[in-house]
């Protein structure tokens, strides 16, 4: 891995050209600095603010435009500077070296106020007048930049120069530049001295994809090839031998008799980056698609998926088949559960665990040791794929899918397709959970991925999933996945038009011991089913009985009938979370979901909607029968007429 040359740059940077807006006190040199930079003489008259400036194409190796953009210090420019700087690439602020109160502005005001802009971009602080400073107060630039910099972390390099002189300008913005093309921060952690864990995962993966043998080390011929797919050039075997050497006198653990080790392979990108080399990694990184963010780019993920609101994206029986393998990889101690090292490991190739926050952390079922099954696995990767195609099919490329993103996922049919042929062809359903507070919905969500019930009452305050796997009668397998909706966000929820178009089928939560509960649960019922009504995204919906064990209120089972008569849906399942008696109600929510055109309530405005389109398509009927006989009435007399005049 000797590092890439001028070519390989250029290929491997995705950015069509860099911004650089150069700020400072009046009076520090920037306008000099600029023009010197560009015409490549010290200008004798300087106007106040230069226009922008293209730096010539090929000053720099990279080859890469370069537009530098003068600014004023003024207060009356302070709100034009600050739509530059959010507009920069790359930031170089000046002082005067002949007047330290320029650098203290720096930090009392300059870095300060990027912050407050919230400017995210790399700095470079270039003293100016090199040439007018006192000798005699010279003072070493580390020795005064360095507290500097370890406030200011976004200073990338200080450098010193003079226009008049001709001394480092052009090496200023070559640093501008290069702190764009290839930057530090998402790298190295400049501070502990080591790789970052986001760029320490990418390495990982690329090491993993050129390990063609699998043996956990790159051989001389899969350095070589490695080396010419990156650099566009081989390796000498001197040049191998050198390098090995290199990381065996700093790191024996990094080659061993197979070749370079990951650790190796990670020590010397690390080396590479110390030494300044940073365009070597950005080149690897960008060779194998990755974006500054460490992330692969958009041309090496799912394309945008074209669908209506009411269809869905699963995984396809390709995607899953690759997961079951992976499942059965990372579990070493073939327990049929990834346990939380072994999913750290399994997604160490990855930016970060997707699961390790809202919605995924704690969705699906865990054993008593804290193990994910592969039910649960699946279920997980089914969840992020319905919620998130995208960020699904990009962590299956991570974690080593080489298929077509595509071929990893299908659309669904729209709802009302499926409403007409009554009938669903999805594996994956979404349910939504409503009801009052205390009704118990979160004990529902928590049983359903095997969690003990507990009496104690934590409210909701924000929407919550859990998902697993249901067992149908006939031995297959769908996923269910129930979205908690707190009754205070139900509200906000519908006046998204849209709201339902997710929604396969909603279940209505109550206590059954409480009349109120039950009075608030059918009011939600009444007021879902109008927005279906309203919308056109109609579905099927279940009452819950929650809270079985206790004893029903007087009039629970007249008010039961009569609203699930009223409505033309099923009398309401009662189901005790507290005494594990469950009535089989996920199957039964699941069966409902796959039958869309049965158990969707009517409300009295749609009963009332239905029978107005009823009567006025009768009404049509008539009037449409009625012109077509008065037409062939019509027809009939003109014949009798002509043939009367015909025979007079």
């Known amino acids: 891995m000797a590092?890439?040359?001028?070519?390989?740059?250029?290929?491997?940077?995705?950015?069509?050209?860099?911004?650089?807006?150069?700020?400072?006190?009046r009076g520090t040199g920037k306008s000099s600095l600029i023009i010197t930079a560009a015409a490549e003489s010290f200008?004798?008259?300087?106007?106040?603010?230069?226009?922008?400036?293209?730096?010539?194409?090929?000053?720099?190796?990279?080859?890469?435009?370069?537009?530098?953009?003068?600014?004023?210090?003024?207060?009356?420019?302070?709100?034009?500077?600050?739509?530059?700087?959010?507009?920069?690439?790359?930031?170089?602020?000046?002082?005067?070296?002949?007047?330290?109160s320029t650098l203290d502005r720096l930090s009392t005001f300059w870095l300060p106020e990027l912050r407050r802009l919230e400017v995210k971009v790399p700095?470079?602080?270039?003293?100016?007048?090199?040439?007018?400073?006192?000798?005699?107060?010279?003072?070493?630039?580390?020795?005064?930049?360095?507290?500097?910099?370890?406030?200011?972390?976004?200073?990338?390099?200080?450098?010193?120069?003079?226009?008049?002189?001709?001394?480092?300008?052009?090496?200023?913005?070559y640093y501008a530049q290069k702190a764009v093309l290839h930057p530090t921060a998402p790298l190295f952690d400049q501070e502990a001295q080591t790789l970052k864990p986001r760029c320490v995962r990418a390495l990982k993966r690329i090491f993993i994809l050129c390990d063609h043998d699998r043996d956990g080390a790159l051989s001389d011929a899969e350095l070589n090839d490695f080396q010419v797919k990156c650099f566009n050039a081989p390796l000498q075997p001197s040049e191998i031998v050198g390098v090995k050497r290199v990381v065996q006198e700093k790191l024996p653990e990094g080659v061993n008799e197979n070749g370079l080790t990951l650790t190796g392979f990670l020590f010397l990108h690390a080396l590479f980056i110390e030494k300044g080399r940073l365009e070597t990694t950005w080149t690897v990184l960008r060779k194998y698609g990755y974006n500054n963010d460490i992330r692969l780019?958009?041309?090496?993920?799912?394309?945008?998926?074209?669908?209506?609101?009411?269809?869905?994206?699963?995984?396809?029986?390709?995607?899953?088949?690759?997961?079951?393998?992976?499942?059965?990889?990372?579990?070493?101690?073939?327990?049929?559960?990834?346990n939380a090292h072994e999913l750290e490991d399994l997604f160490s190739t990855a930016p970060e665990s997707p699961w390790n926050e809202a919605?995924?952390?704690?969705?699906?079922?865990?054993?008593?040791?804290?193990?994910?099954?592969?039910?649960?696995?699946?279920?997980?990767?089914?969840?992020?794929?319905?919620?998130?195609?995208?960020?699904?099919?990009?962590?299956?490329?991570?974690?080593?899918?080489?298929?077509?993103?595509?071929?990893a996922v299908r659309v669904t049919r729209k709802r009302r397709v499926d409403r007409k042929k009554q009938s669903s062809d999805r594996n994956v359903f979404q349910c939504f959970v409503f009801g009052p507070k205390e009704a118990g919905k979160s004990s529902l969500l928590h049983s359903f991925v095997g969690r003990q019930f507990t009496e104690a009452y934590t409210p909701t305050t924000e929407e919550r999933y859990a998902v697993n796997t249901v067992d149908q009668p006939d031995g297959t397998k769908k996923t269910l996945i129930l979205r908690e909706i707190p009754e205070d966000a139900i509200g906000k929820l519908l006046v998204n038009k849209d709201a339902l178009a997710a929604c396969d089928i909603a279940v209505f939560v109550h206590d059954s011991s409480n009349a109120s509960s039950w009075t608030r649960a059918t009011e939600l019922l009444v007021q879902v089913a109008s927005h279906g009504e309203s919308t056109g995204y109609?579905?099927?919906?279940?009452?819950?009985?929650?809270?079985?064990?206790?004893?029903?209120?007087?009039?629970?089972?007249?008010?039961?009938?009569?609203?699930?008569?009223?409505?033309?849906?099923?009398?309401?399942?009662?189901?005790s979370t507290k005494l594990g008696d469950f009535n089989n109600v996920f199957r039964r929510i699941v069966r409902a979901a796959e039958h869309p055109h049965l158990s969707i309530p009517e409300t009295e405005a749609g009963k009332t909607r239905k029978q107005y389109h009823r009567v006025l398509n009768r009404s049509l009927m008539v009037v449409s029968v009625g012109?077509?006989?008065?037409?062939?009435?019509?027809?009939?007399?003109?014949?009798?007429?002509?043939?009367?005049n015909a025979s007079s």
């Open 627 to 644: 012109a077509a006989v008065a037409i062939v009435g019509l027809a009939a007399y003109r014949v009798y007429a002509t043939r009367k």
């Open 359 to 407: 919605p995924y952390a704690n969705a699906a079922e865990k054993n008593a040791l804290g193990g994910l099954s592969l039910d649960g696995f699946l279920s997980e990767w089914a969840f992020m794929t319905v919620l998130d195609p995208v960020l699904s099919v990009e962590n299956l490329i991570y974690i080593g899918y080489a298929g077509d993103p595509s071929s």
């Open 538 to 575: 109609e579905v099927p919906c279940l009452i819950v009985a929650a809270k079985d064990d206790l004893e029903p209120y007087p009039t629970a089972i007249q008010d039961s009938t009569r609203v699930s008569q009223d409505m033309g849906i099923e009398a309401p399942i009662p189901i």
């Open 297 to 338: 780019g958009d041309d090496q993920l799912l394309a945008p998926i074209k669908r209506t609101p009411d269809q869905s994206v699963e995984l396809t029986s390709e995607a899953v088949e690759f997961l079951r393998g992976v499942f059965t990889l990372f579990d070493s101690d073939g327990d049929g559960a990834l």
């Open 123 to 173: 700095v470079i602080v270039a003293g100016c007048k090199l040439d007018l400073r006192d000798e005699q107060q010279a003072v070493s630039l580390e020795l005064v930049m360095s507290p500097i910099m370890q406030q200011f972390r976004e200073i990338e390099t200080c450098i010193e120069c003079s226009a008049y002189k001709h001394i480092q300008i052009p090496e200023v913005f």
């Open 43 to 100: 200008p004798t008259n300087v106007p106040p603010v230069l226009p922008p400036t293209r730096l010539p194409e090929d000053m720099f190796p990279e080859h890469v435009p370069v537009t530098v953009i003068d600014t004023s210090s003024s207060l009356e420019n302070r709100g034009k500077l600050a739509d530059e700087l959010k507009r920069a690439d790359a930031v170089v602020l000046t002082y005067a070296c002949d007047e330290p």
């Open 3 to 25: 590092g890439g040359g001028t070519s390989a740059a250029k290929s491997s940077s995705t950015t069509t050209g860099v911004r650089i807006v150069v700020a400072g006190d």
